[in-house]
């Protein structure tokens, strides 16, 4: 069967680095992909790796190693605004995205 | 690019009304649209795949009957809650994505419906 895994909560500190871990098992495999949902809000666009390697984009970094099913998003120099709840999707063979059920961040001051 | 618009973003009605949600791919054209219902404090659920000019594909356990799925071009889906009621009440959000490859989902800003 298909399936992510993901964190379910987290906590840090501002200013400091965090790292989301996520495991995944797709029929067949499109990519890795990253969103980041505010509560209240929509999830928004995060990044995108389809091959092993780091991929980073200002403050945020996301990594993926195909070999171990698995991906972990980076965040440093962490903001009040980061609180939000991360969301690791993969995508399968037919192009359909499978959702984790998100990690909850909480940034302390 | 990529931008996806809902409409509308809150919804308050009495029980036995049906609510029409839209969803609108504004700069690229979207054959496949998903929407998405989401519970306080819990997870996207995906609810149905919209496929321009055919059927939506439903996910399981979610009513064909109860959630109208209309594709009828390529930059709108809607989504017909048929006589709510307040265990209806959620966030609905939708999605697009280009149809090329693999490239990502971009969500509207959601509905967030009250069945009183």
């Known amino acids: 069967g298909q399936n992510i895994d993901q964190p379910t909560e987290m906590t840090a500190t501002e200013g400091a680095i965090v790292q989301i871990n996520c495991t995944y098992q797709?029929?067949?495999?499109?990519?890795l992909f990253w969103y980041q949902q505010h509560a209240g809000e929509a999830p928004t666009f995060l990044s995108y790796?389809?091959l092993d390697g780091l991929e980073e984009k200002g403050r945020f970094s996301s990594f993926l190693s195909r070999s171990k099913g698995y991906s972990y998003l980076l965040l440093k120099e962490l903001q009040m605004k980061d609180s939000a709840s991360y969301l690791c999707a993969g995508m399968d063979s037919n192009y359909q995205l499978i959702w984790g059920a998100g990690t909850k961040l909480i940034i302390k001051p | 690019g990529a931008v996806v618009s809902q409409h509308p973003s809150w919804v308050i009605c009495k029980s036995g009304t049906s609510v029409k949600i839209e969803c609108r791919s504004l700069d690229f054209q979207a054959t496949t649209m998903f929407w998405y219902r989401q519970f306080p404090k819990q997870s996207l659920m995906l609810m149905a795949t919209s496929n321009e000019g055919s059927k939506a594909t439903y996910e399981q356990g979610v009513e064909k009957d109860k959630f109208l799925i209309n594709h009828a071009s390529l930059t709108l889906s809607t989504l017909t809650v048929t006589s709510a009621h307040p265990e209806d009440s959620s966030f609905y959000i939708c999605s697009a994505r280009v149809p090329r490859g693999n490239q990502p989902q971009h969500f509207g800003d959601g509905t967030r419906l009250s069945i009183l």
């Open positions: 790796n389809v």
């Open positions: 797709t029929s067949g495999f499109n990519g």
